[in-house]
Structure formats: C-alpha cells, structure tokens
C-alpha cells in the first residue's frame, strides 16, 4: 500500500512539473508577442495544476488576455467572468478595466461606464481610465447624433478573411489602391503568432478610367501586387503604401527566424517597370524584437510616420516620423510624435494627407470602444489636439487606415461635389468577413435662407429692405427684398457647420436686433426661414421718462440718468440715426427765460450722452422750446400729486386755455405733463465714425433712497397710484384679490413692444408668445420687465401677466408688494402706502 501512495505521489508531481513547464513555455510566448503559441501551451498547462489554485486562477488570467489581445471578446470575456466570481480582481484590478474595455468594445457602454468606475476607485492613479470613462459618456452622444459622413462595405474587394489597410500605391496619381489580406491564395502558409490568422499579403485594385459619379461601381477586380515572389513571400507582409509616383512602394514585413525571436520591420522596394526590387530593411531602430509597422509617406517624400512598441514611448504602440534630406536618401533622425499624438493605449495605422493632416487609430484617446480614427492637424511645425471622427466612420469596434481620394465627384443626389471620400477599414458587424475595406462619402447638404419683411403697424410687405448676412467662416453677403417684400440666399452662400448673423435695415424704420440661424447639426437639407417685423420711426417727437429739475435749474440730477437710458439704448441700436433732443417749460414765466432754460436742459442731457456715454456729439442737436409747443396727448395719463391721482384723456392739448379752465388742484399736473424731455428723428443716413458705432461705457450707479411709502388715489376700494415699468411711467391699481401677480394691459405691451421698451426675448415663450399670422401677443403670455418701480422701491427682473381689458396699464397683486417691499399698511388721509419699519 505505501508503494501504491508513493507511485501516486512521483506521478502527481511529474504531472504538475509537466504542467508548469508548459505555462513557462506560455508565459515566454506571451511576452514575445506569439499570443497564439502562449494560448495553446496555457491551456495545455492549466489541466496539469488544478491542484494549485492561485497559479491556476493567474493562468486563467493569461488565458483570457490571449484571447483579448487576439481579437476573441467573447471566450476573453468568459474568463474573465470566471475570475470575477472568484474575487480575483482582489489580486488583479485590471480584471475590472479589461472587463470594462470588452463591453466598451461591444458598445454596452453603462456595464463599461460601471467596471471602469470600479477600476479607478482601486487603482485611481491609473491615468487611462479618466479617458475611458471620457468615450464612455461621449460614445452615446455620438451615436445618437452622427455625423454627416455615409459609409458603405466596399463588397467588391473584400472576402471571408479580413482586408485592411487601404493605401495608394501612387499619391499623386491615386489610380490604383493597395491593401492586405489574409485571403486564401496569399502566398505565405503560416500562422500570424499575434493573431491566429493565416499570413497576409499585398493586393491592388485599380480605379475607375474616367470620371464617374459613380465612383465605386467600376473598380477592377483585386489581385496580388506582386507574383513573383518578391514583395509576397512565404512570411507575413502588409500595410503597404507608395510614393508620390509610385516607383517606391514601403511595407511591413514580418520574417522568421527559427534560432531567434523577430519582431515586423519596415522595407523599401523600388519599382521597375511591372516588377519590384528586392525589399531593403529601413533601419528605424537597433533592437531587433521592436516592432516598426505601419509606413505612411509625406507628400514630399521626406518624412515617414509609423507606429513602434520601441521603449521611451507613452504607451503599447506609439507614432514615430523619420526624415531624410532628399528623395532617395536613408531616413534617420527618428522621433517620438510626443503626448499630444500619443497616449498611454496604442496609436497606431497613421495616414499623412497634404503633409498637413494626421490620420491615425487609437484606443488610449475617447473613443467609442476597440480603435477609433482620428485625426490631428500640423500647424506652425506642432500637431494640434487629435479629434474623433465620431459616429459613423468609428464604432465600437476596431476602425482603422484611413485614406482619401480627392478627385472631384458629383454626387448626382445635389448636384454638388462630395465634400470628402476616400477608404478606411473595419471589423464592424454586417461585413463580409473580419476586418473588411469600407468606403465613405461627406456629400454636400444643401441650405438656403429665405423669408419676408414686413410693416409691423399694417403688416404690409416692404420692397427693398436691405438684408446682410454674416457667416461664422467670414463670408458676407447681402440682398434686398423685391416689391412683394421677399429675399433669398442660395446654397453657394449658405454653408454648413456655419453660423449666420442677418441684419435687416431700411430707411424710415427702426433698426432691430440682429437674427441668428444656423447650420451646425442639420444634416439633411434645409430650406430656413427668417421673417422680420420693421417698426417706423415715428413722425412726432417720442416722450421719454421724466426728468425732473430743481426751480429755475437745468443741472441733471444722478437719479434721472437713467431715464435717458432709452433714448442711448435706441442710438446704440440704431447707429445711423441723427436726433434732435428737446426739452420743454410750462407755460409760466416768459419766452426768454423759459427758452434759454429749456436750451440749458436740452444740452444737460445732451453732455450726459457724450460725455459720459460717448455718443458722436454729431448725432444729437439739443433743442429748448421753452412753452411754445404745449403737449398733445396720445393716449390717456394718471398723474399722482400731493398724494393724488390725476387723469388726464387722450386728445387734449395742454394748452394755457384748456388748464387754466381746469380746478386749482389739477392745474400743476397739467403743468407737470409740459415740462417734457423727447427726441425727434431728423435723418437715419449718419455714417458712423469707426469709434462711435458700438459706444463702450460703464453705466454710473443710480442711487435710489428707499422710502417706505408709496403715493396712491384712493376711490372706494380702488386703490390706485403711478409706476414705472423698463423707465417709462404708468398708473396702476391694486389688485381686489390676494396675489402676488402683475398684470399689464394687451394695449399697454403692445405699444411697449412696438417702441422697443421690451423686446421678443423678454417673453417667457419668445417669438410663441406672438400669433404667428399678425404678430400679435397671445392673451396670458408671460414676460420678465427689465425694471418695475412704484414710488422709490423697484425691483428688477419682474414677471408679468398679459390680459385683455384692465382697467388699469398694469395691475399689481398686493402679496407681490410684501414679498418685495415689506409688509404695508394703507393710510387713507395721506394717500400712502406705508411700511411697517
């Protein structure tokens, strides 16, 4: 029996030191890159150490990283998750990070977004991961809205096995593209140790003869590059490209050595006639076991960009240029691309367009998932942030070697050439085996702008008002409405990705600000449509808000500036306009004195304005008419005085006849409504001189002494009184029931809206809260006031409530004066309302 057990015993132990030999064997395939050869021994040691649970769980890690690296997701995965439900993530957190990057790569970007969030809470100083997580968020953005590009399988050139790599054997030419494939017939027999595919060869196809709308229809049927052995031969090649003409063709070429481990190199072949030279290694680096892959030439054919694994890079495979100093010449003076190119994931597949752009794969940058195509611009010697070409040119799934044909094609759905076309590869689902050749388009979208001007008092259209357009790309265009009031732009000055400013100006309206249109995230064509509303400059003098003087002066008080601040706001708006500023007496003292009085209180203002807000002096001519214009007025007005209300109707004239007839008390408010400020255009052709279109200041505060009463009139239980909305003055009554609204009359935001007081922005719902067919307010749109005041207390930024029929401009909701104000109480013999302290 003890001889039984100790038989058993040697074969244990012989079985697990087979077994260990084998994953040795693993491990140095492993780290030379023979990821197919490390699999097979791995497994073939992992049934022999069953008995040694750590090296057995560490041996399922190698297995699954075989597999990851080797392009099998699914079995990667399945190791994976075996691991993770024996806490093996405790030992090894990349379990968490790999975990997340194979369901990024299947596009399951939330279960990515989750192990990856669980990866940087264990190992939160690893710096790929902020990146991760970056693609993560943006991936489902870019999905769910794509760019313009159409991309569409090259099915003529692709097969069960995989094609990569599309190249142009010539760049100035492009008449012929080469690529790779492991296709049956290649020449080599071998198995890729990285892979598990059989070896890969260079194919041709050449392109159409002619121009052809249908540029992809009439290519050649593929081929191999070369036959007779020289570029083809029984090892692993690919990735090839030429020069500008074509007599230099440059390759990845992988040879085996059976004493000694290779890495893939890069080699020159110079063309003669239909054959090629002998390929001569480009000597890039020193050590033979880095790889130095993926050649792409410059136009000048004095730099060559490649990807190597050599050490000193960033991450796995990074980007690398050499140089030579003419044509022909050896290429040394190797250079890293630096961390703006390169991260800490592999860059890899690059593609120098124009010798101005970079074109390369990535998957340490954001992307969507495997390798993702970006590209880098070279400016002033130094390549700018790489940008994803996002959704569809990238997937979830490894996206590489992009290539451009830039011949002009028409694309015959506009009639407009294709903005870009040209070739990259993909193992995306729906191909015709793993990594296919894909083609892609960016054809032109078509936009035109287009509308009406019209008369905003009649509705009437408006022949040749002047439109302007200024694009965000630098272009300006301009055209003038015809008699029935239309303007169009057509698709050659209506851009994509561009964003329009369009200025509106005809003689005798006001000017209004400018519309914005644009044509960024629109990819379909789009017919966009701006109609405007054009106000006339009125025929008689506009009033502004009071501005009140002591006895027998004309200096402007600091707490009246601001009451100029409409008539600035309409000069700064409306740049070519000329104003005459008048001021007006009442009716007492004589001509002269009242005349040199409203001169000196004309040019108060008038200094106010460019002195200290700096419009052109030439611009405004001050002008006192003392008493000899009474007022007209245009509609009915509330004067409050000595703690009254006093009501003035529409149509009277303010003459000495009609307010000496008027009661005692009432004749200084009529006195008051004469000594007026207004402004009158005189003429809307001023050029602006360059410093004076858009005047730069810095309003002075306006100092407002808060004293807690408000004057009011009181009739039974109506309780009125006077306030000011945007700088203009109003009567308003108090609301019966206990609110905190304000409601301001149809009419009385109508004529606001019409003297450009408010605007469209200040309605809650902006150009909704106007019928669409007459441009009237909807009864109950909302709107915000820059600015309501009531005796001395203001607030800003108020919210009011359209209505029909008020009987007063505006009505105020009491609970609106507590929450502002304080609470209040109503003192009936002095007409106030009086706050509590």
């Known amino acids: 029996m003890k001889k039984l057990f ?148 090259f099915k003529k050139i692709n097969t069960k096995q995989d094609e990569w790599a599309p190249r142009w054997i010539n760049l100035e030419k492009q008449n012929q593209m080469i690529f790779s494939s492991n296709r049956e017939g290649s020449t080599g027999k071998g198995i890729d140790q990285w892979t598990g595919q059989a070896f890969s060869d260079i194919y041709k196809i050449d392109r159409p003869k002619g121009k052809s709308n249908e540029w992809i229809g009439e290519w050649s049927n593929p081929a191999s590059l070369d036959d007779e052995g020289i570029l083809n031969s029984a090892v692993n090649e690919g990735e090839a490209t030429g020069n500008r003409k074509g007599s230099e063709i440059f390759l990845t070429k992988c ?216 694009g965000s790309n630098g272009t300006s265009y301009k055209a003038f409405t015809d008699v029935k009031g239309n303007y169009a732009f057509d698709r050659t000055k209506i851009l994509m990705n561009t964003t329009y400013k369009i200025k509106v100006k005809k003689s005798g309206y006001w000017d209004i600000p400018d519309a914005i249109q644009t044509t960024i995230g629109f990819n379909e064509n789009t017919d966009i449509r701006q109609d405007f509303l054009l106000t006339r400059i009125p025929k008689d003098p506009i009033v502004m808000p009071d501005i009140y003087y002591d006895l027998n002066k004309w200096d402007l008080k600091p707490e009246y500036e601001d009451s100029l601040m409409y008539l600035f706001f309409v000069l700064v708006q409306n740049p070519n306009l000329v104003v005459e500023l008048r001021s007006h007496t009442d009716s007492r003292a004589s001509d002269e004195h009242n005349d040199l009085l409203s001169q000196r209180r004309a040019q108060s203002c008038v200094d106010f304005l460019v002195k200290e807000m700096k419009i052109d002096a030439d611009r405004i001519i001050p002008k006192g008419y003392g008493k000899r214009m009474p007022r007209k007025l245009e509609k009915d007005i509330l004067v409050p005085y000595n703690g009254k209300m006093y009501q003035f109707r529409r149509g009277i004239t303010l003459d000495d006849n009609y307010i000496n ?81 304000i409601y301001i009359d149809l009419t009385t935001a109508t004529n606001l809206l019409n003297e450009i007081i408010i605007e469209i922005d200040d309605f809650e719902l902006g150009e909704k809260a106007l019928k669409q067919d007459d441009g009237t307010i909807i009864e109950n749109s909302v709107l915000y006031l820059r600015e309501f005041a009531m005796g001395d207390d203001y607030a800003e930024n108020v919210r009011v409530i359209v209505k029909k029929g008020l009987p007063a401009p505006f009505v105020v909701g009491t609970e609106f004066i507590t929450e502002e104000w304080g609470k209040y109480t109503i003192d009936q013999n002095d007409m106030e309302l009086l706050f509590e302290k």
């Not at 078509?446 to 002047?466: K, P, S």
């Not at 003429?683 to 100092?703: G, L, M, Q």
């Open 255 to 470: 040879p085996i050595d059976k004493k000694a481990l290779k890495a893939c190199y890069i080699y020159v072949s110079q063309k003669k006639g239909e054959s090629f030279g002998e390929p001569e290694l480009i000597q890039l680096c020193d050590d033979s076991l880095v790889n130095c892959i993926h050649p792409s030439l410059s136009m000048d054919e004095l730099t060559l960009y490649f990807a190597s694994d050599m050490k000193g890079g960033y991450g796995g495979f990074d980007l690398y240029k050499a140089t030579r100093a003419s044509k022909g010449g050896k290429f040394g003076n190797v250079e890293n691309l630096g961390e703006m190119i390169n991260s800490n994931g592999n860059e890899v597949f690059p593609s120098i367009r124009g010798d101005s752009v970079l074109y390369f794969s990535s998957d340490g940058h954001p992307g969507m998932g495997g390798l993702d195509i970006f590209y880098s611009v070279l400016y002033d010697g130094q390549f700018q942030e790489p940008q994803n070409m996002m959704y569809p040119i990238n997937s979830c799934y490894d996206d590489i070697g992009m290539i451009f044909y830039d011949e002009e094609i028409i694309d015959p759905k506009t009639n407009a050439p294709l903005l870009e076309k040209g070739f990259f590869s993909s193992n995306r689902p729906g191909g015709k085996g793993g990594d296919d050749i894909y083609y892609f388009q960016l054809p032109t979208t078509i936009f035109t702008l287009f509308g009406n001007v019209r008369d905003e008092g009649n509705r009437q259209m408006i022949d040749g008002a002047e439109i302007e357009i200024i």
């Open 6 to 153: 100790t038989l058993f015993l040697i074969i244990c132990i012989s079985l697990n030191a087979l077994g260990q030999k084998k994953i040795v064997a693993g491990d140095n395939a492993f780290a030379g890159k023979q990821f197919d050869k490390a699999l097979t021994a791995y497994k073939k040691g992992l049934k022999k150490i069953s008995k040694n649970p750590v090296e057995a769980k560490r041996v399922t890690y190698q297995i699954a990283e075989c597999y990851r690296i080797m392009g099998d997701l699914d079995k990667a995965e399945r190791q994976y998750l075996r691991l993770e439900k024996k806490n093996y993530q405790k030992d090894e957190p990349l379990l968490f990070f790999h975990l997340g990057s194979i369901s990024h790569l299947k596009g399951e970007y939330e279960k990515a977004l989750d192990y990856y969030l669980k990866y940087q809470e264990r190992e939160p100083e690893d710096t790929r991961i902020d990146k991760r997580i970056e693609g993560v968020r943006k991936s489902k953005g870019w999905l769910e809205n794509p760019t313009n590009y159409q991309v569409e399988n």
């Open 661 to 741: 007839a008027l009661p005692k008390d009432q004749q200084e408010p009529a006195h008051q409504l004469n000594r007026r400020t207004e402004f009158f255009v005189v003429r809307d052709d001023y050029v602006p001189k360059n410093d004076s279109i858009a005047p730069i200041f810095t309003p002075k505060p306006i100092t407002i002494i808060k004293k807690h009463i408000i004057p009011i009139q009181i009739n039974g239980d109506i309780v009125a009184g006077s306030c000011r909305a945007n700088g203009k003055n109003f009567g308003f009554m108090l609301s019966t029931k206990k609110t905190e609204d």
